[in-house]
């Protein structure tokens, strides 16, 4: 076993003491353990899971789910080389643990430490930054054509891929590319009948069909053997019996579907028996051509509550505190965003039956279980599909339905050329929530929603609109769905605030002001409103500055603009999006349009790069959208008094 990270404290780690990680600076001693320590290091594995949630928030039972696939996929192969890629990355807590990231782990989701998700600027046995689910495949038929081309064939490939993210469109896009290359790779399919909620669709229903499979239950193997014992003959009698009786296999050994497709399918097997998991990908390797190994696990397996509530326990807050006792949670400070959409949906829907909604396997993260179950019919889950999602409710539409489709910004680029196609250029009346529209925290770069303000506003006929406070979210749905053009909803995972005066009406293009200055004003679009009336009190005595609440970045409101220009020293747009097309380039826009001074116009948006996780507040701050960053832009864009 090799030697501790040099210089690392390996007697106090905050999670606890796993001496067996502690001594793997990467994961090439696995391969030398007993099957005694594999299980120990699992349990080690398991107990650093469980001290993590007591510090904070992080995917739990999906990692619970894979330690024992992990550390069979690291014992089979030497993934310094090798190509591994988790699909989604939610679950590679377990690799991190396993390749030298043991001392570093404590650190994970928070600002400056590990990400929660694979980091190549981490470790070599990470090979892409992703959180988005379905891409693994596709990237490993990738990476596969590559070391065929470039001459390193001995290097292998591996794609595990979660039994949620698998029905995604772009799997089988890969997958259909795959069986006809023919080149060797490995599809782990991790089956734990879970995606975030229970999987849903009929590829759901086949790999239930599958776990059903004799195979599993360990009586395919004599029947196969049984029908090898079946005499062949020469005549055409025997062809019709032979093609029955590879029908017969096929039928048994299951599969079909990937095997059709030039995948060969082997399984279903446990996955939380090491050794039968390395005999079964040692085996998989030596089959020739794409393979698809289907794995059964338990989402939360070695925790009892989480193997029992493995909805609650994927992403739970800390339940733990630092004694081991449970801890229940306390609501605190105001409701989020989400819930306000919720309750609007669900309003919306009880006042008008051709409203639908669909979440694309977000339905706990979009709080939508009680619409879900007040209006079954009229609730879609269409598993991780996207783009699906959109051109659904593009259908739907077209039938004078008013359909509100649900997906979180980040998510909802996967959709672009059908909101681009099926919505904006049809002049659908689409409704589009974009929940978790601004900086996500802990979940990072992948997770983000910040180019929805220039993903979206660039689409003819298309409304983009934000609340600035919890009352408006009602009334923007109400006109949304009022309003005979497609229209979208971005609001942050983030409380909303309460404002103590009546929203003006919503009017389509019309923003509201929130307070008078005569020295300028700060127009912020969305939630930042919180931020930009707590900068305006923060001048007080110094600058007498102006709020306005824009509502609307697409149409921008051009009379407020030519206000705010005209009659003020100053105008700061404040948004939690990115700089580059987004609401304060729309704003300059209007002012070059109309002639104005633009000098004037200071942007506080997200810079052009990539932000890092971290904690909501912390990452406003440090990129200057907190409070106090607005009010030194409004001190800094005073003119000097000459
Ligand atoms: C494109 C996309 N849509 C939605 C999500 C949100 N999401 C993250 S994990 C997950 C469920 C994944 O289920 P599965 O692949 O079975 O993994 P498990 O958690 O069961 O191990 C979902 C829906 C995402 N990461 N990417
Ligand atoms: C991995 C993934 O994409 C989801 O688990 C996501 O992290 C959920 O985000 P929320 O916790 O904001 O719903
Ligand atoms: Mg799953």
């Given at each position: 076993m090799k030697s501790t990270?040099?210089?690392?404290?390996?007697?106090?780690h905050p999670l606890g003491q796993h001496p067996l990680l502690a001594g793997?600076?990467?994961?090439?001693?696995l391969r030398t353990f007993t099957p005694e320590q594999l299980e120990s290091v699992g349990a080690e594995i398991r107990d650093v899971l469980c001290n993590l949630l007591a510090t904070r928030t992080a995917h739990f039972a999906s990692n619970l789910g894979v330690v024992e696939l992990c550390l069979a996929l690291h014992c089979e192969f030497d993934f310094r080389t090798d190509r591994l890629i988790w699909d989604?990355?939610?679950?590679v807590y377990p690799h991190k643990l396993v390749t030298g990231r043991y001392h570093d782990f404590?650190?994970?989701?928070?600002?400056?430490?590990?990400?929660?998700y694979p980091n190549p600027h981490e470790s070599v046995y990470d090979l892409f930054m992703t959180?988005?689910?379905?891409?693994s495949v596709s990237t490993a038929v990738g990476l596969r054509s590559g070391d065929v081309i470039g001459g390193q064939k001995n290097r292998r490939t591996v794609a595990v891929i979660g039994d949620g993210a698998f029905p995604s469109g772009i799997v089988f896009e890969a997958m259909n590319n795959a069986g006809e290359l023919g080149d060797d790779l490995t599809i782990v399919l991790?089956?734990?009948?879970?995606?975030?909620?229970p999987r849903v669709g009929s590829v759901a229903n086949y790999l239930d069909r599958l776990r059903s499979n004799p195979f599993y239950t360990g009586l395919k193997s004599e029947v196969v053997k049984l029908l090898d014992r079946v005499p062949m003959f020469g005549d055409p009698a025997e062809r019709l019996l032979a093609q029955m009786k590879e029908g017969v296999k096929a039928g048994l050994l299951g599969g079909m579907l990937f095997e059709e497709l030039g995948i060969r399918y082997v399984g279903p097997i446990d996955g939380h028996d090491i050794a039968l998991v390395r005999k079964y990908l040692l085996m998989a390797r030596e089959i020739s051509g794409p393979v698809l190994l289907h794995v059964v696990t338990e989402?939360?397996?070695?925790y009892k509550p989480a193997a029992e509530d493995p909805v609650y326990f994927h992403?739970?807050?800390?339940?733990?505190?630092?004694?081991g006792n449970l801890v229940t949670q306390k609501s605190d400070g105001l409701p989020p965003y989400t819930l306000h959409a919720r309750d609007a949906v669900r309003k919306a829907m009880a006042a008008d039956p051709r409203v639908t909604i669909t979440t694309a396997a977000m339905c706990q993260g979009n709080k939508l279980e009680p619409v879900r179950e007040k209006f079954p019919d009229r609730f879609?889950?269409?598993?991780?599909c996207e783009s699906h999602a959109v051109a659904f409710a593009a259908g739907q539409c077209k039938t004078g339905l008013r359909p509100i489709v649900d997906i979180y910004s980040t998510f909802l680029q996967r959709s672009y050329d059908q909101i681009f196609q099926e919505v904006a250029l049809q002049d659908l009346p689409v409704t589009f929530l974009l929940d978790r529209?601004?900086?996500?925290?802990?979940?990072g770069p992948t997770h983000h929603g910040l180019f929805d303000i220039g993903y979206m506003r660039v689409f003819p006929n298309m409304v983009c609109m934000a609340p600035g406070?919890?009352?408006e979210f009602e009334l923007m749905l109400q006109a949304s769905l009022g309003h005979d053009h497609p229209c979208s909803i971005r609001y942050p995972k983030a409380s909303a605030i309460q404002l103590n005066h009546d929203p003006a009406p919503i009017e389509i293009g019309k923003s509201e002001v929130i307070r008078q200055g005569t020295d300028g004003t700060i127009v912020a679009f969305g939630a930042m409103l919180e931020q930009a009336i707590a900068a305006a009190e923060l001048l007080e005595g110094d600058l007498d500055v102006g709020v306005v609440?824009?509502?609307?970045?697409?149409?921008?409101?051009e009379a407020m603009v030519r206000e705010t220009v005209v009659s003020g020293r100053f105008v700061i747009t404040v948004e939690?999006?990115?700089?580059?097309?987004?609401f304060g380039s729309a704003f300059i826009e209007s002012a070059v349009e109309q002639r104005?001074?633009?000098?004037s116009i200071r942007v506080c948006a997200l810079p052009d790069r990539f932000i890092d996780h971290g904690d909501r507040s912390e990452l406003l701050h440090e990129h200057g959208l907190s409070p106090e960053a607005i009010a030194q832009a409004c001190r800094d864009s005073v003119p000097a008094k000459v």
């Open positions: 990270s040099p210089g690392k404290d390996t007697h106090h793997l600076t990467d994961a090439m001693p989604t990355g939610h679950q404590p650190s994970i989701r928070t600002a400056g430490g590990l990400m929660g959180g988005h689910a379905g891409c991790n089956d734990n009948k879970m995606s975030i909620c989402k939360g397996h070695g992403t739970p807050p800390a339940f733990k505190d630092s004694a879609f889950d269409v598993g991780i529209a601004g900086l996500t925290g802990p979940d406070y919890a009352a609440n824009a509502r609307f970045v697409k149409p921008i409101d939690e999006g990115a700089r580059m097309g987004g104005l001074d633009t000098r």
